[in-house]
């Protein structure tokens, strides 16, 4: 009982009190920060790129394709790609995904995720998600078990993973979708009551990834529905989650 103790106190605490605001460790890959510097040769950096996010002619970053590898960094010699540890990165529109030079973390945030109020509503105070591994690698779906531990507790917000979609108010999707989960993502998706929202989770959700050009991927399913809001992150952190949905669903207005 007494080692138990110590080791309780050796730990120190371990509850994020404030999460919209918790701190990210330094080493951390997020928001992207692009440079165009003149002269620089950043056609290796193109190169280096395993899921083809980055383009020049404008310089930019797709982060709905960017595994955050740092790939490119590595091969720029003329620090024109650099990665913040900024993790709030969610939006409601694919294309606002795409970061291009000068573009900093703050302007980011301010237009990136649309407040619906059809959305604040209905689900400010209580959203439960089922959470659906489309032919997941198991990174993003550790990370979102996580959101729910003692660590980040995102329960306290109302927000809860499901069992059953009929008792869900949207899915969350991981991973690039196979063929094989394909009628299942679907069925899933059909079974939760409406209204109901839909996640995609990860770059592999987002893209495919760097399963993008697989011949088993059928990703239909994202041509078929609407898509509420897209996280990205490779795999997605735990503060990246839990911040973009409440950004989602709570109105910072009221």
Same mark, same amino acid.
């Given at each position: ?183 299942? /993502? %679907? ?7 409406? =209204?109901?929202?839909? !996640?995609?989770?990860? #770059?592999?959700?987002? &893209? ?13 399913? /994202? %041509? ?7 996280? =990205?992150?490779?795999? !997605?952190?735990?503060? #990246?989650?839990?911040? &973009? ?10």
């Amino acid at each position: 009982m007494l080692d138990t103790l110590k080791s309780r106190i050796y730990q120190g605490q371990q509850f994020i009190k404030d999460i919209p605001n918790a701190p990210m460790r330094e080493q951390f890959r997020g928001f992207p920060i692009l440079k165009n510097i003149e002269g620089a040769d950043l056609q290796k950096c193109v190169d280096a790129c395993p899921t083809g996010a980055l383009k020049l002619n404008p310089l930019s970053i797709d982060m709905g394709k960017c595994t955050f590898c740092g790939a490119c960094k590595n091969a720029d010699q003329s620090n024109s790609i650099d990665f913040s540890n900024y993790y709030k990165l969610a939006s409601t529109s694919r294309e606002k995904l795409i970061i291009t030079e000068g573009m900093t973390p703050e302007e980011y945030e301010k237009t990136a995720v649309e407040v619906r109020k059809e959305i604040t509503s209905v689900f400010s105070k209580s959203l439960k998600l089922r959470q659906v591994s489309a032919a997941g690698c198991n990174g993003c779906e550790m990370e979102l078990n996580a959101c729910s531990n003692c660590n980040f507790d995102m329960g306290r917000f109302g927000i809860d993973f499901v069992a059953s979609p009929r008792h869900a108010d949207g899915i969350v999707i991981t991973g690039p979708i196979s063929k094989n989960m394909a009628y299942a /993502l %679907e069925d899933c998706y059909k079974s939760v009551p409406d =209204p109901k929202i839909v !996640v995609l989770c990860g #770059t592999c959700a987002i &893209s495919g990834g760097i399963y993008q050009d697989a011949e088993e991927i059928n990703r239909e399913f /994202l %041509e078929k529905y609407s898509i509420d809001l897209y996280i =990205p992150g490779c795999p !997605v952190h735990p503060l #990246t989650f839990i911040n &973009s949905v409440l950004s989602f669903i709570k109105d910072k207005k009221r």
